[in-house]
Structures are given as structure tokens and as C-alpha cells.
């Protein structure tokens, strides 16, 4: 079966402004965020890429521009059972007002019980993304052969839900995952099982480093802004 290429959107006007942004429209790349997209086109030069799938929300649709320029034989298919959780009442807050919600300590320590009021469960959120990859695999490997390799560009959280999928682990442990902006993930399936061969890989060093401030040991719901 195909290798899927999971790359998280570049840093977004959200991120930098600390709002989960959800599917709120106009959301786009800010300056970092553009400059990560224009260089996933040489990060994944000599790499054979059949399909370009990403979400429909416009930060995953700029990310993917400056491959599909570099590569004009590809086009992008607009997926949204990839696109980001619906936060629902929670999207275009502040993270920071969100986390003296009762809620959010569901989202980090039992997410598959969380359900956002007036969105989705978390629950739901994976599903869906699992079955559209699966769908992906069989279309790819239909038209391109079991060696194929493709690419989707997704959201944080819809990442870390597909690696807990691809690795056997329970949603409630996906918080323990970390995929920084523009960051690459690669799952390559097999029959009857899928093998994580990279995971939030950036090339850069600088989110190790110590910060004077942190936001505590809790995962950021949405994927966090990244090294600053």
C-alpha cells in the first residue's frame, strides 16, 4: 500500500495570535508560515509524489502552492474529512481564555470523551480523518501502484490523530504527540499493518531549546505556533 507524506500547515495569523482558530474563514499563512511553505518544495525534492490532498481551509491550500508550483504536473484535491476539528462555540477564542474551561482538562487527559459544544467529539474528529486516509490509500494505490507515495496537508490535531491510529494507541493518549507547523510525518501502510517512519520532523532544532516562558505541560489543542 502507499506511503502518505502528512504535512502540518505552515504557521498561521492564529497561531502567531494565540486563537484556536477551527475552521473560522480568512485564516491564512502569516510571514514564517509563508516562508515554511516555500521551502517544502526543496525539503521533498527527488521524492516521487502522485496526489496532493489537502484540507479545504486556506492555510493547508497555501502551504501546498509552492509544491504544486515547483511541480506543475500536480493539482491539489480538496478533502475535508482532513480539515481541522470543529471546535464549534470554542473556534476564534483566545487559547488562553479556553484553558479555565472545564472542558480542556477532558481535551488533554480523557479526549475521547471531550465533544465541543456546538462542534464535534474528538472521537468523530479521528474517525473521519482514519476513513479518508484509508479511501486515499486504495485510490493512490489504484492509480499509481502499492509503491506510491502522496501527500496530504492537514492540521495538528488531525495529524496526531492519524499517528495514534497508525500506531495502535487509544485517542485518549494523543496528546503525548507533537507536530509543529510545516513539519513532516510519514506513515507507509501495508496490508496489515502501517509503519511510522517519520514524525513531526522540521529539520530544525530551535523548539529544544529552553523558553523563559512556557504554556505548561499541556499540549496545545490545535498543534501550538512552534518554535518561536
Same mark, same amino acid.
Given at each position: ?20 482558530? &477551527?475552521?473560522?474563514?480568512?485564516? /491564512?499563512?502569516?510571514? @514564517?508560515? !509563508? ?7 526543496? =525539503?521533498? #525534492? ?71 459544544? &456546538?462542534?464535534?467529539?474528538?472521537? /468523530?474528529?479521528?474517525? @473521519?480523518? !482514519? ?7 486504495? =485510490?493512490? #494505490? ?87
Amino acid at each position: 500500500m502507499p506511503t502518505l507524506i502528512l504535512v502540518r500547515h505552515g504557521r498561521s495569523t492564529a497561531n502567531t495570535e494565540g486563537l484556536l482558530a &477551527g475552521w473560522t474563514p480568512g485564516v /491564512a499563512l502569516d510571514e @514564517r508560515g !509563508a516562508a515554511q511553505a516555500a521551502a517544502l518544495p526543496g =525539503r521533498l #525534492e527527488g521524492v516521487p509524489i502522485s496526489e496532493v490532498v489537502a484540507s479545504p481551509l486556506q492555510r493547508c491550500q497555501e502551504t501546498v502552492r509552492p509544491l504544486l508550483d515547483a511541480r506543475p504536473g500536480l493539482a491539489v484535491h480538496s478533502e475535508e474529512r482532513i480539515g481541522e476539528c470543529h471546535y464549534g462555540d470554542w473556534s476564534g477564542r483566545k487559547l488562553a481564555e479556553l484553558m479555565d474551561e472545564p472542558l480542556m482538562e477532558v481535551v488533554q487527559a480523557h479526549p475521547s470523551a471531550a465533544a465541543f459544544p &456546538g462542534g464535534e467529539s474528538m472521537r /468523530a474528529m479521528q474517525t @473521519r480523518a !482514519a476513513e479518508a486516509i484509508r479511501e486515499w490509500n486504495a =485510490r493512490v #494505490e489504484r492509480d499509481h501502484g502499492a509503491d506510491a507515495v502522496y501527500l496530504m496537508c492537514s492540521h495538528g490535531d488531525i495529524i496526531k490523530s492519524l499517528v495514534a491510529d497508525a500506531l495502535g494507541l487509544h485517542l485518549d493518549l494523543f496528546q503525548r504527540i507533537s507536530v509543529e507547523p510545516c513539519s513532516i510525518t510519514v506513515i507507509r501502510y501495508t496490508r496489515l499493518r502501517p509503519f511510522l517512519v517519520r514524525l513531526g520532523d522540521t529539520g530544525d532544532f530551535a523548539s529544544l531549546v529552553p523558553r523563559e516562558e512556557t504554556a505548561g505541560g499541556d499540549a496545545p489543542v490545535g498543534g501550538g505556533a512552534g518554535a518561536p
